[in-house]
């Protein structure tokens, strides 16, 4: 059973487009939303994480989005360049439980020149 | 990567043989994770560990054993290495916290082919 559904697998955007990932989750005792990016041959950094109390987190080009009624969070890259052409993951984690996190399944994000 | 290292970073063996995995932290952080990356699957946890000698199973933990004998440590051995296991192994570490979850930072990885 997987916690946390991403969407969608690959997405080709042109540069200086939205580009924007979904991800949906069932346990409501999540208290923590990270997304990470993962370029060829490195381990995953962390980009932008949000917390269930506020409904969106803007760091630079890159803003998550927390729907808490819909289960449902979501990435949007703006301005999208070639240098963020990567893999994306989403993730949740629930409290008091060691900080274990559920990923999402990934997204390959491909911006065009 | 920064405070987190993997050894090797790079291995083939043969099936049957047993394999041992090493991760280095240097932040002192409490917790630490092994998990798989294989296309199409993301990532998966195979074990993890809360303090010295405390270890548990994640969700793919079956032909692998961890141990943590050192804050700093944390080696992943797989008992009889299969083709099954051939994939992409990362570490992470993450700091305990008295309630809310937090951020964890992964290792540079090791690829490991098993013919």
């Known amino acids: 059973q997987q916690q946390v559904k991403q969407s969608p697998q690959s997405l080709i955007v042109q540069k200086g487009g939205i580009s924007i990932i979904n991800c949906a989750y069932e346990n409501t005792a999540f208290d923590y939303f990270p997304w990470y990016q993962q370029f060829p041959g490195k381990g995953p950094a962390l980009l932008i994480a949000?917390?269930?109390?506020?409904s969106e987190k803007k760091e630079g080009r890159f803003t998550i989005s927390f729907n808490k009624s819909a289960k449902q969070f979501s990435l949007h890259i703006m301005d999208s360049q070639p240098g963020d052409s990567a893999t994306y993951f989403c993730a949740a984690s629930i409290r008091y439980n060691f900080n274990k996190f559920y990923f999402g399944s990934g997204t390959k994000l491909n911006v065009k020149p | 990567d920064a405070g987190i290292t993997q050894s090797p970073r790079h291995k083939v063996t043969e099936t049957g043989t047993p394999v041992t995995l090493r991760c280095h932290q240097t932040e002192n952080h409490r917790y630490m994770y092994w998990y798989r990356q294989d296309p199409g699957h993301g990532l998966r946890l195979i074990h993890y560990s809360y303090g010295v000698k405390d270890t548990d199973k994640g969700e793919v933990s079956d032909g692998y054993s961890v141990s943590r004998s050192k804050t700093e440590d944390f080696l992943l051995t797989l008992e009889s290495a299969t083709s099954s296991q051939t994939s992409v192994y990362f570490c992470?570490?993450?700091?305990?916290?008295?309630?809310?979850?937090?951020?964890?930072?992964f290792g540079p990885g090791t690829r490991l082919l098993v013919l």
């Open positions: 949000i917390r269930p109390d506020v």
């Open positions: 992470a570490i993450s700091e305990s916290s008295t309630g809310s979850s937090s951020a964890q930072y």
